[in-house]
């Protein structure tokens, strides 16, 4: 594949790009193709239209495909046995009872986005969804209320974490591109992500809420559940404290590594490598899982072949969610190595806009053309990191550009996102469905997370 050369302008990509993008919408919401085979027939039809040489398509379809799950299906499997272990022990519905209680019926919705917004801080978006999952639905089915006024207050609260707050990957490869300093950034991310996601996560998913008024999933019961707790349910404390395990590992892990980073500790010491063992996701999720099956299962005498059928129950449900995510990955993998992106930022950095526009439009761009958020953030900072270091802002100014950056990285989450397919089905949506909810809400949180960024822009201006 590295002796392959993408021969085609931006103008012939861009139209195979739309092309495929309204072949997929067509199989899916008008002939109702599954959506697992509809994403891998039209990779493999993108792949050969785009000119990817024939003894390269499989190679490629492999790489995007395998390249997400590596990620996901082990986040979606684990994530979804400590869900199963949750509600099945009715510690779910004892964390939704408690929260209620704390913060009222009508705020529950913004008591699960603050959480998540707590738990974003240092927990990646698809595993701090797939955590949070078991209270979403248990808060939302003691409501008897429609998910989605529950569920994108959540989601939403993870994805702003991830795109504007450091140490997540992508604002911190932008501020190295950038030479921004990561506690300006971490400060105007904070100042950017938290009204972006009251006005586009909370208000907009009671918006939601009542103009789709779906139902609660049984992703993870297994069926309906309404009114079956066990005699002696999980209390909301145990709950509590097994959710927050994945979040101090993880938090240990990358608060050693910006200590290493900084020259605080050392990088090769026998704690930082340790922590950023235990604070990988997967092993504080494995940890975490592990620790919910003694305190939710064992400890409450459900042990042996009872609870390896209740963690067992929680797999099959969500293998069609880790194929979709994947192929959806795979999708954008085409598009990327198909050269859709390049070509689209190059012609784009040609337009002669003001700097923060501009990063805010190739990063839009690119997350159009090929999905990921993280790779339109690094590429495009990667990208329009010269045109930045020869503007000569000040370091605040710096970090709201990596913010308008990101926001422009989050734009029109569609079918060719892994996470468009990963918050769809999770959330019991079809594909039209999620374009109006969904692809909304991220394309709210970059429209008010550019508006942000520009204000706070103006204001190191001024203060420069």
Request: glycine share 12%.
């Amino acid at each position: 594949m590295d002796t392959w050369q993408q021969t085609l302008g931006a103008g012939p990509l861009l139209g195979i790009a739309a092309g495929a993008i309204a072949l997929i919408l067509i199989l899916v919401i008008f002939f109702k193709l599954h959506a697992f085979l509809t994403l891998v027939l039209v990779s493999v039809l993108t792949a050969l239209v785009a000119g990817i040489p024939v003894e390269f398509v499989v190679e490629t379809l492999l790489d995007g495909f395998g390249g997400t799950l590596a990620s996901v299906a082990l986040l979606v499997g684990l994530g979804a046995m400590l869900g199963r272990l949750v509600e099945a022990s009715g510690g779910a519905a004892s964390l939704a009872n408690m929260m209620i209680r704390i913060f009222g019926e009508k705020r529950a919705p913004f008591a699960l986005g603050v959480a998540s917004l707590i738990m974003g801080f240092p927990v990646f978006f698809d595993a701090g969804l797939v955590v949070m999952l078991p209270v979403i639905f248990a808060v939302a089915r003691r409501m008897n209320g429609p998910i989605l006024a529950y569920g994108i207050p959540a989601a939403g609260a993870f994805s702003v974490m991830h795109v504007f707050v450091p140490p997540h990957p992508g604002p911190i490869a932008a501020s190295e591109f950038y030479g921004a300093q990561v506690g300006f950034v971490l400060l105007a991310g904070l100042i950017v992500a938290i009204p972006t996601w009251y006005l586009t996560g909370y208000l907009l998913g009671k918006y939601l809420g009542v103009k789709f008024p779906i139902s609660v999933p049984d992703l993870l019961t297994g069926g309906e559940v309404a009114g079956e707790q066990p005699k002696n349910p999980a209390s909301a404390g145990t709950v509590i404290a097994i959710l927050l395990i994945p979040m101090i590992l993880i938090f240990g892990n990358t608060g050693t590594d910006m200590a290493a980073a900084a020259g605080l500790i050392d990088a090769d010491s026998l704690v930082v490598s340790v922590l950023g063992f235990l604070g990988a996701t997967p092993i504080a999720l494995l940890i975490s899982t592990l620790v919910a099956m003694w305190a939710l299962g064992t400890r409450r005498g459900v042990s042996g072949s009872a609870l390896d059928r209740t963690v067992e129950g929680a797999l099959g449900p969500i293998c069609s969610v880790v194929l979709i995510t994947g192929a959806g990955g795979m999708f954008g993998g085409v598009l990327r190595a198909s050269g859709i992106g390049d070509a689209l930022a190059d012609s784009m950095a040609e337009l002669g806009l003001p700097v923060i526009a501009a990063c805010f439009i190739v990063a839009a761009v690119l997350r159009v053309a090929q999905g990921s958020a993280t790779v339109a953030l690094t590429t495009a900072a990667a990208l329009m990191a010269p045109a930045v270091a020869a503007a000569g802002y000040n370091d605040f100014q710096l970090a709201t550009i990596v913010i308008a950056t990101a926001a422009g990285s989050v734009i029109a989450s569609h079918v060719n996102d892994s996470g468009f397919w990963l918050v769809g089905r999770l959330m019991g949506m079809d594909v039209a469905t999620t374009l109006k909810t969904w692809t909304v809400n991220q394309t709210g949180i970059a429209i008010v997370g550019f508006a942000l960024a520009c204000v706070l822009f103006g204001i190191g201006s001024a203060i420069g």
